[in-house]
């Protein structure tokens, strides 16, 4: 009888530890990881597989929780693989990563300062705080925790709900369910009015680890709620400035990146697969502790030099003045360290702007000391918005024609409002102005006035705080438009 218990109790205990934690399950890492892990855990690991520098491999939950925490690196250090066949075939075909893209065809420019411009200014670090500490406040988003997925959840609504306040009907939420993980992903698609089928991604990930256990409290703040946050925070700015997008933006929240990259693998594969024309990739992952010298470190392994080149050229356009001021320098992250990797490896372009030069980045991750009050401020992260705002405005281009002010003739004439007051002189202009319209940066007309002068003060209609269009009509209809803010 003590015997039948003892073998039922067996298959309980088994079958609730199969249904969370496979016996062993596929990867590849670096040959010099598999073999140190070879060496302190040899039932762990199984090195299945060599080629050049990295290793396909079998290895248990308990040798991918020793490898995480005992070489020094920021992700996992290993990438999930579906099958044998799976890690010995991507072992094959990475050939020097960081250069082997195929699939890139954009042609980079820097030509959108009018939308980039007042869009820096709409970004608060505010909101990057509280959204750091609503995510800190989940207490784990471990990828196999019920909190995890409630986090996916929430943030599709909040990110739903930040489309609707600003009327956005080009803008839909999904969650994205995967093969390897319980919790899905999440992304926001603001759908190209131009080139619909040509995408721009951001990313970060959304789930959180200490010491891999799904129980333990584990805050991720800046590992990666600061990267959830930043580019929340840059799309919000996005919605505010009335950005249309003529290639398709999305934003993703990826699942189970600690696991070895399991959600942005899912995703990017099934975009390869369905051909899927992403011009560009940038991941955010940890904003928040300015732990170096410069303010950017560009990490250089599994990433496009030429994407990271343009996105150096971003800050070197925008932000060299103060209070825009972004500095950088470039550092590596080693094997699976996140996200962008899983893109590379479809041949897509992506860059990596981490927080700090490796080794000096936030020493607290993966532990329950990753919180908010480390730094207490998310000023350090604002600048990833910014860099994220830019990333995203000019590689996908405006579309809103209310938005496209020539600014040379522009800049000859004065236009402010001030007190309900608009002034305004075009005497260097040799038009016939004949009448001036207001827009709302959403393109709404507020307000209309007709036979004005060269140059005069009009009393207006109070308006809100933000960013607006005045357009003088002049009498052979080729209009002058200047934007403007309102304080
Ligand atoms: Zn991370």
Not at 375 to 388: D, Q, V
Not at 416 to 430: C, E, G, K, R
């Amino acid at each position: 009888m003590r015997y039948i218990i003892t073998i039922f109790l067996c298959l309980l205990s088994c079958a609730s530890i199969s249904a969370q934690e496979p016996a062993f399950f596929y990867a590849t890492m670096t040959v010099h990881h598999a073999e140190e892990l070879s060496k302190d855990a040899p039932n762990e690991i199984e090195i299945i597989a060599t080629y050049r520098n990295e290793a396909a491999v079998r290895l248990t939950p308990t040798g991918s929780h020793k490898l995480h925490d005992r070489i020094l690196t920021h992700g996992p250090g290993y990438i999930h693989r579906n099958s044998e066949e799976d890690a010995i075939s991507a072992i094959r075909k990475s050939n020097n990563r960081s250069e082997s893209n195929t699939r890139a065809t954009a042609n980079f420019s820097i030509t959108e300062d009018v939308v980039v411009i007042p869009t820096l200014d709409l970004i608060q670090t505010q909101n990057i705080e509280d959204h750091i500490i609503e995510l800190e406040n989940y207490g784990t988003r471990h990828h196999s925790s019920s909190t995890g997925t409630q986090a996916a959840i929430d943030l599709k609504e909040k990110w739903e709900a930040m489309a609707l306040f600003y009327n956005r009907t080009d803008v839909s939420v999904r969650l994205f369910d995967h093969t390897n993980t319980g919790m899905p992903s999440v992304i926001l698609t603001i759908e190209g009015a131009e080139f619909p089928d040509e995408y721009v991604i951001v990313g970060g990930h959304l789930d959180s680890t200490s010491n891999q256990n799904s129980t333990n409290n584990a805050p991720g703040a800046d590992d990666d709620a600061s990267g959830i946050a930043t580019i929340t925070e840059a799309t919000r700015a996005l919605f505010e400035i009335g950005f249309v997008p003529k290639r398709t933006i999305e934003v993703m929240a990826y699942a189970a990146e600690e696991i070895g990259l399991v959600g942005s693998n899912e995703i990017a594969s099934e975009y390869a697969a369905n051909n899927i024309d992403v011009i560009a990739v940038s991941q955010f992952d940890m904003t928040l502790l300015n732990g170096s010298s410069n303010d950017v470190s560009f990490i250089t392994d599994f990433t496009n030099s030429d994407l990271t080149s343009y996105m150096m050229s971003l800050l070197d356009h925008y932000n060299t003045e103060a209070p825009h001021q972004v500095t950088y320098s470039t550092s590596v992250c080693n094997y699976g360290c996140s996200d962008h990797a899983s893109w590379t490896e479809q041949g897509y372009m992506a860059a990596f702007p981490f927080e700090a030069n490796f080794g000096q980045h936030n020493n607290q991750i993966h532990t329950t000391g990753d919180t908010f009050s480390l730094t207490n401020t998310a000023s350090h992260a604002t600048k990833f918005a910014k860099l994220c705002a830019e990333f995203l405005i000019e590689v996908a281009k405006n579309d809103n024609t209310a938005l496209s002010t020539d600014d040379i003739i522009a800049s000859s004439i004065f236009v402010t409002i001030a007190d309900n007051i608009l002034t305004y002189d075009l005497s260097s202009t040799t038009k016939d102005i004949i009448g001036i319209r207001l827009y709302s940066i959403e393109g709404k007309e507020v307000a209309n006035v007709s036979n004005i002068s060269k140059q005069d003060q009009i009393r207006i209609a109070p308006l809100s705080t933000g960013v607006y269009i005045a357009s003088f009509i002049s009498q052979d209809n080729t209009n002058i438009t200047k934007k403007l803010i309102v304080k």
